[in-house]
């Protein structure tokens, strides 16, 4: 369905070391999919344990001896601006690269996700001025401070649902906070990356700064997690693989992790809610992105006295779901980002069918190319079903039913994830409760996807750990040192 694949020059497919785009080692290359027609967009370079190793000796080597720990904030903060207003001018180049290489959709891409991506460069551009430490009260006459210093080279492993805001929301505090870094794509989406790799050059980040290492998990990604000589790691993607690189870093250097994971957030909507708007948020929050987003509201709690009028209206939003080329700026839904999921995704739907839910409308592939699943509504699941426990990560609605905000609570929690959460209700005493008893990263009270780069996004239990956005996700890059001398008449002196 896609227009404009075929068409389209793809200037970067190399990795980028050391400020050069270079090819891999071994001279291999693998494929890149435009998953709208399932046809070979570019073939792009594939880097190893080898490449890792020296992308991560460029990077040392910038840490170690090179300008950019060592500038002051205020020239972090100019070179920042200036990549996030390189971002801004090439935000069509940027757009294009997710939908063709991701699956996304122009649109949103094009005016929103790419301005949240040059945005979040902005807002810790400001903050790269403002790193300071405590001045300490001693017990004894010891004169003490705190430095906040870089923790020097980061590996950022990243996933394939949303490139170009995963690049800011790593790279941007990691910038700011003086790091050095190594950065692999997820492998069905490398082209976003490689072009904000162009874009540092031409801002100014000093060459070393910042590396790309294309290539799969299992090689180049595990080669990032395990490395003796990188000194974080930052990593968004299955709960599965999170506990494969925290066991990496642990039997490495110990280096510290921050995991970004999977989620199956409850989105509760109450008798007396707004019941349009409930509905809306409901099929944005999990058709947006078809599906494909960490933070999809993927358990919908319904209490029992507005749920057959709140499924009527959502079950006439998701018929009405618009389909098209992925250039459309009127297209709302787009095809699944790689084949592995469009098929999970697809068996996760005959669970559903399988376990007892009733298939309201969708369901099926869409096509004969491209990996497009239609907009698909399951109601009557039960906390049991697969649908209900797994994170689907795909165009897949459940509605539940409940009767009282006790047994919602109870309900809603009784998962392995807590990444975020939305409540629905007019009454201020139960969305207090329901926000202080839901154990998520995050409690959406009246709206939904509230994410914002103020505003620290990470999980509770499975979910991961660490927060990224927000002035904690800074805490990921930097590290406490305590310098102290004594002073008057100390003992030491
Ligand atoms: P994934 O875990 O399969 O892959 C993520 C990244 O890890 C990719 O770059 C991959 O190449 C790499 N990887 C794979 N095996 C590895 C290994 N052994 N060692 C090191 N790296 C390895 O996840 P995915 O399928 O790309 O993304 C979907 C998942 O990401 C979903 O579970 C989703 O919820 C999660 N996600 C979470 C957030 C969040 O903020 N919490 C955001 C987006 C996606």
Redesign the pocket.
Known sequence: MSSKAATHEIKFTKLFINGEFVDSISGNTFETIDPATEEVLATVAEGRAEDVDLAVKAAREAFDNGPWPRLSGEARRKIMLKFADLIDENADELATLEVIDGGKLFGPVRYFEVGISSETFRYFAGAADKIRGATLKMSSNIQAYTLREPIGVVGH??????PAY?FATKVAPALAAGCTMVI????TTPLTVLFFAHLSKLAGVPDGVINVVNG???TA??A??SHMDIDAVT????????R??MH?AAASNLKPVSL????KSPFIVFDDADVDKAAELALMGNLMNKGEM?VAGSRIFVQEGIYDVFVKKLEAMVKAWPMGDPFDLATRHGPQNNKQ?YEKILSCIEHGKKEGATLVTGGKPIGKKGYYIEPTLFTDVTDDMTIAKE?I?GPVISVLKFKTIEEVIKRANATKYG?TSGVMTKNIDTANTVSRSIRAGAVWVNCYIALDRDAP???YKM??FGR?QGLEALEHYLQVKTVATPIYDSPWL
């Open positions: 492993i990243i996933p394939w649902n949303g995963m692999k794509p997820a492998e799969f998990g299992k990604g595990a990032i997690s990593f968004t993607g299955s709960t599965e693989v999170g494969t690189v990496a970004e994971l999977g989620g960490c999921q994170e990560f990444l996004h990470g999980g979910s991961g990224e």
